[in-house]
T-cell receptor, first 118, second 111 residues
Framework: EPEVTQTPSHQVTQMGQEVILRCVPI?????FYWYRQILGQKVEFLVSFYNNEISEKSEIFDDQFSVERPDGSNFTLKIRSTKLEDSAMYFC????????????????FGSGTQLSVL | GQQVMQIPQYQHVQEGEDFTTYCNSS?????IQWYKQRPGGHPVFLIQ?????EVKKQKRLTFQFGEAKKNSSLHITATQTTDVGTYFC???????????FGKGTKLSVKP
């Protein structure tokens, strides 16, 4: 079965540094997402991306965060100046979607990148 | 804002016992999805319920969607050690497919 792949699996960084988390969504999917999960807590929505632009974002996704689809396969999340509280597991997900709506579509999650900010 | 609540937060059972987790939304949902996250793993889609009052079964797992489409439950009959993990319900927010997740119920099964 097709998979969402994420790299790296672990990232350790110093506070204030920039990090880029990488994802390769499933190839025929149209909607891409970033979620995060702080240890032992719920999965929180960050941002959704469709047709090469952000379609929705949560209040967590502030000016320090950005997403990009630099080519036809990669989807990246950049954190410009990391804070201690950014430490979490970051999951990329994709869904097939149809046209401009993706309601009722299941999400396929990658294995995640564990980000540790020291 | 929209909230999805799940209870219990933790459930410890003896292998062979049944298990149920309950999910409640503050708003009516167009559908509800259930995901399972194994320890150290990522959420994996289990099922989606769309119709009011819908009941779906997957082997020992039974999923229900309430008549008002605001609550749902997952029941596992005769748990096995392979059922260990955290079970999340999730409802859609907007039309772009993003989901709001409940806090999950962490199931541990004692052999």
């Amino acid at each position: 079965e097709p998979e969402v792949t994420q790299t790296p699996s672990h990232q350790v960084t110093q506070m204030g540094q920039e990090v880029i988390l990488r994802c390769v969504p499933i190839s025929n999917h149209l909607y891409f997402y970033w979620y995060r999960q702080i240890l032992g807590q719920k999965v929180e929505f960050l941002v959704s991306f469709y047709n090469n632009e952000i379609s929705e974002k949560s209040e967590i996704f502030d000016d320090q965060f950005s997403v990009e689809r630099p080519d036809g396969s990669n989807f990246t999340l950049k954190i410009r100046s990391t804070k201690l509280e950014d430490s979490a597991m970051y999951f990329c997900a994709s869904s097939r979607g149809s046209g401009q709506a993706a309601t009722n579509e299941k999400l396929f999650f990658g294995s995640g990148t564990q980000l540790s900010v020291l | 804002g929209q909230q999805v609540m799940q209870i219990p937060q933790y459930q410890h059972v003896q292998e062979g016992e049944d298990f149920t987790t309950y999910c409640n939304s503050s708003t009516t949902l167009s559908n509800i999805q259930w995901y399972k996250q194994r320890p150290g793993g990522h959420p994996v889609f289990l099922i989606q319920l769309v119709k009011s009052g819908e009941v779906k079964k997957q082997k020992r797992l039974t999923f229900q969607f309430g008549e008002a489409k605001k609550n749902s439950s997952l029941h596992i009959t005769a748990t096995q050690t392979t059922d260990v993990g955290t079970y999340f319900c999730a409802g859609p927010v907007g039309s772009q497919g993003n989901l709001i997740f409940g806090k999950g119920t962490k199931l541990s099964v004692k052999p």
